[in-house]
């Protein structure tokens, strides 16, 4: 046992570099960096379970001994039973430390939102200060789109251009090979050199015709007792999925997922940065600085929570699809030879049906396989292009996720506006509000405690925003800035002290005299229509 787990692991450690490592032509290209890291430590050791379930059985009493005693075990332990069900409930509880990760960010998150609404209300902007808060918050998600969308771009260019160059190659190979070795398959089927339960090659792989039969009459998937599971479609397929697995793996999963995760760091970093100029414009509006720094904690915290959830969604999306690409070739292959198998069946019966079978299963195959592959590899590609722009599309939705989780907090600025013109507030009402924000604020501080109290359980730490507001000054320190401005630039003079030089005196000379004669029709106030007037 401990040398098979040594050899396996020694195994997995081999096909895995061979999988993630890059080609020659994309060694030196920076967008592949990434993608060429270990996947895994290099200390990382595969868990490998070599049971035995049948000594398992009767050590422990479930089975009886009927048949003799355990062959080998004596001690359960020695089973390994116990330490792969060890191993197969700490793998699903990491699937439940996620969702209760997820679920105590999001209450946290929540709880953070009522904090904020159940603040005091004269920390709320009110008039054309909530307004103007509107206003810079739907600025900024106007322009929200406009910056998504160039990460959206990016990720289909990146993720199309590694399928052309890399995968799109490896799947005609595997096109071409298939076309190569299918005819030979299909004739191995009829060699009287027959195959095995133990034993099978492409020199051993005839069937009796009995068998055969059996198999060609359900699509190609038999298990015959003599010649084990039978499966001519798999057999097909087998050396075009050769072809390409490698470069499959590679692509599929290792870099579409790293471009995943490029995305949501940028994705990331650009709500941070929305969150520090609504911060920053809010300061300036006049929000007092601690209630900006409040609100913009919670936003941060929601609008994360929310996007690694998306984030995570994403990847799933990408798993599962390029899973079932993966796998869509086998019926896509079966398909395509149903009418081999059918001919096959209606052959007349009679002395020579087998030979009969098998020319018909020849020449029915010789014509499907001259589109059988290429077409079969055409549609996965253009499944391959959905699963990516279904992708792409999911990365371009966040820009709602954004929006919904920010206008959650910062819309605290102006709901009650909002609400005040439709429906008004009459004093006993504000007075029963005021009563319960007393009562709840308490019981809000001490639901703090428990969710802090969860978040350490679990160890997470929650990433504060570092904000640099600019300081927003009274009138009064507003107003010694500018004198101090004025004083330093020369532009003051003080009145008061007559040892001022004169800055650019005015020359002493007499201005010119104007007559102006006052019209009847347009007599001066407090004059006469005929009086006249000079000024000077």
């Not at 959650?408 to 005021?434: F, L, N």
């Amino acid at each position: 046992n401990e040398y098979s787990k040594t050899c396996l692991q020694k195994d997995f450690r081999d096909g895995l570099d061979e999988l993630t490592k890059t080609s020659p032509e994309e060694q030196g290209d920076p967008a592949n960096e990434e993608a060429i890291a270990a996947p895994i430590p290099e200390d990382f050791e595969l868990d490998v379970h070599c049971i035995s379930a049948n000594d398992y059985l009767k050590v422990t009493g479930i089975k009886q001994q009927a048949d003799g005693p355990p062959n080998c075990f004596a001690n359960v332990r020695d089973t390994q039973i116990p330490s792969l069900r060890a191993f197969v409930h700490q793998t699903t509880a990491k699937h439940r430390q996620h969702a209760t990760e997820n679920f105590v960010n999001t209450t946290s998150d929540l709880l953070d939102r009522v904090k904020l609404v159940a603040s005091d209300s004269k920390d709320a902007p009110s008039g054309r200060l909530a307004r103007k808060c509107m206003n810079i918050f739907e600025m900024e998600m106007s322009k929200l789109e406009g910056k998504i969308q160039p990460f959206v771009k990016e990720f289909r260019n990146r993720a199309e251009e590694k399928v052309r160059t890399a995968l799109q190659p490896a799947l005609k190979s595997g096109a071409a090979k298939g076309n190569q070795v299918a005819m030979a398959t299909v004739q191995s089927w009829g060699s009287k050199s027959r195959r095995s339960k133990q034993m099978r090659s492409p020199q051993m792989n005839g069937l009796y015709w009995s068998t055969y039969f059996a198999t060609v009459r359900r699509q190609g998937v038999y298990v015959s007792k003599s010649a084990g599971a039978i499966d001519m479609n798999q057999e097909l397929a087998d050396p075009v999925e050769k072809e390409f697995s490698a470069d499959w793996q590679r692509i599929m999963d290792t870099s579409i997922s790293v471009f995943l995760r490029d995305m949501e760091r940028k994705v990331l970093s650009l709500s941070a940065e929305i969150d520090k100029i609504i911060a920053t414009s809010f300061s300036q509006a006049g929000i007092d600085n601690q209630r900006v720094s409040t609100m913009v904690t919670a936003a941060s915290r929601s609008t994360n929570t929310s996007l690694t959830a998306s984030f995570r969604t994403m990847k799933e999306t990408a798993t599962n699809s390029q899973r079932d690409l993966n796998r869509s070739l086998l019926p896509m292959i079966q398909e395509r030879m149903a009418a081999s198998y059918d001919a096959c069946v209606n052959t007349s019966g009679g002395c020579g049906r087998f030979m009969r079978m098998k020319q018909a299963m020849e020449f029915t195959t010789d014509k499907a396989v001259q589109s059988m592959f290429n077409e079969s590899t055409v549609t996965m590609l253009r499944n391959i292009g959905n699963m990516i722009e279904k992708l792409a599309a999911m990365i371009g939705a966040v820009a709602d996720v954004i929006r919904k989780n920010m206008e959650s907090v910062y819309s605290v600025c102006w709901d009650h506006q909002q609400a005040g013109k439709t429906k008004p507030i009459d004093p006993e009402m504000q007075a029963r509000i005021r009563a319960c924000r007393d009562q709840l604020l308490p019981e809000l501080g001490r639901l703090g405690e428990l969710q802090a109290g969860a978040m350490d359980l679990l160890g997470i730490e929650r990433e504060e925003l570092e904000l640099e507001m600019m300081a927003v000054d009274s009138w009064e320190e507003s107003y010694k800035k500018k004198m101090a401005e004025a004083e330093d630039k020369g532009n003051l003079i003080d009145l008061s002290d007559n040892t001022v030089p004169v800055v650019n005196p005015v020359v002493d000379r007499k201005p010119a005299s104007v007559i102006v004669k006052s019209e009847p029709k347009a007599a001066l106030p407090g004059l006469g229509p005929s009086a006249e007037s000079s000024f000077i």
